[in-house]
């Protein structure tokens, strides 16, 4: 429950748009532990359109989620120590994804985290602090490149891997709501799975980009420090305000270092990452945030597979990004 009432102020993104008399049809629900909404142009088959996109994502929420016990992936991670166990072809794609990502930020970004975030219970009823032999063993062997795969077979090497794909499935999911919605032949939409945004095409009935509006960490919803001007693209931001506890005077926060065991501590307060894929975005966002500003730029120059752009907000409250033409002025 208390992880439901905290997601609800958790949708931080915000669009502004003018349907200049068109009319758009949109759908919010409550899914993968947030709000979604999907908005589209209105048409005879819109209404099925939205159907079909919600329907998705309830598949793909039983098969990614590590918080349902009934889930694909739960159900994976109770055997796949003891031994390699086949996967249907949609947790396969994206473990195999999540796997890439981890090697390319040498774990920044770790999906075998799945221990760790258990053990923290960051937003959930049991959040604690965890006793430092408790962290120790939760971090001992942990490493995506104990996750083994085998055709369509996923084993462990060690007891303590357990997947945890939450950085990356709302990313992955919008990816394949997109593809979904390209199919249907519709030019121009917006999706926000819980922050995770992707605007589709142009600004509805117009000529325009997207503006997306990236909230001020702490503050009121409606505050916005930095507007973006994009289209065709997602924008996800992780940040170290959106699900914490406080214990003695300190916050203890959702995005965790799996070398250290510890939620990540630096001067980044969020990172908002803007790339074409948004399972690449999602999971790069909290990458980010552990490997700190000066490591992130250096893996954004060096980086060819995908167009990456970020936006980093700092404790002070200052801002740095990638790309100054993206921001609103
Ligand atoms: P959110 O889903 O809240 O928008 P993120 O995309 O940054 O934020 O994902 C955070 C979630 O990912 C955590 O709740 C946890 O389940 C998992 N996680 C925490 N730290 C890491 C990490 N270093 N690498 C991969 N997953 C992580
Ligand atoms: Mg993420």
């Known amino acids: 429950m208390k992880f439901f009432l905290k997601n609800i102020f958790f949708v931080f993104c915000c669009f502004t748009f003018f349907s200049c008399g068109k009319e758009t049809v949109s759908r919010t629900e409550f899914l993968i532990g947030t709000f979604c ?19 998705k994502i309830k598949t793909l929420e039983y098969i990614f989620s590590a918080n349902d016990f009934n889930s694909e992936l739960s159900k994976l991670n109770e055997v796949a120590f003891k031994k390699p166990t086949e996967v249907s072809n949609e947790l396969l794609d994206l473990i195999i994804l999540a796997k890439k990502i981890a090697e390319k930020t040498d774990g920044a970004f770790e999906p075998a985290i799945g221990n760790l975030v258990k053990l923290w219970g960051i937003g959930f009823e049991n959040e604690n602090l965890p006793s430092e032999v408790k962290i120790k063993k939760a ?85 916005y420090e930095l507007v973006l001007s994009v289209n065709n693209t997602s924008v996800v931001t992780s940040g170290i305000y959106e699900r914490y506890f406080e214990k003695d005077g300190t916050k203890y926060h959702h995005i965790l270092d799996s070398k250290t065991g510890y939620p990540v501590r630096n001067n980044l307060v969020s990172v908002s990452v803007v790339c074409e894929s948004s399972a690449y975005a999602d999971a790069l966002a909290t990458a980010f945030l552990v490997m700190g500003y000066e490591k992130s730029i250096h893996f954004i120059k060096n980086f060819s597979e995908k167009k990456i752009d970020a936006v980093f907000i700092f404790s002070d409250n200052s801002y740095k990004t990638t790309n100054k033409s993206l921001l609103v002025k």
Request: aromatic residues 8%; hydrophobic residues 40%.
């Open 37 to 55: 909404t999907i908005k589209i142009p209105k048409s005879k088959s819109a209404d099925f359109i939205l159907d079909e996109c919600f329907e």
């Open 139 to 223: 971090i001992e062997d942990l490493s995506y490149k104990n996750i083994l795969i085998d055709g369509n077979k996923i084993s462990f090497t060690n007891e303590n891997i357990k997947i945890d794909l939450g950085a990356i499935a709302k990313g992955h999911i919008t990816d394949l709501i997109v593809k979904l919605l390209k199919e249907k032949k519709v030019e121009s939409a917006s999706i926000n799975l819980g922050g995770n945004i992707y605007v589709l095409g142009k600004k509805f009935f117009t000529d325009d980009n997207w503006r997306i509006g990236l909230r001020k960490p702490y503050e009121d919803l409606n505050s």
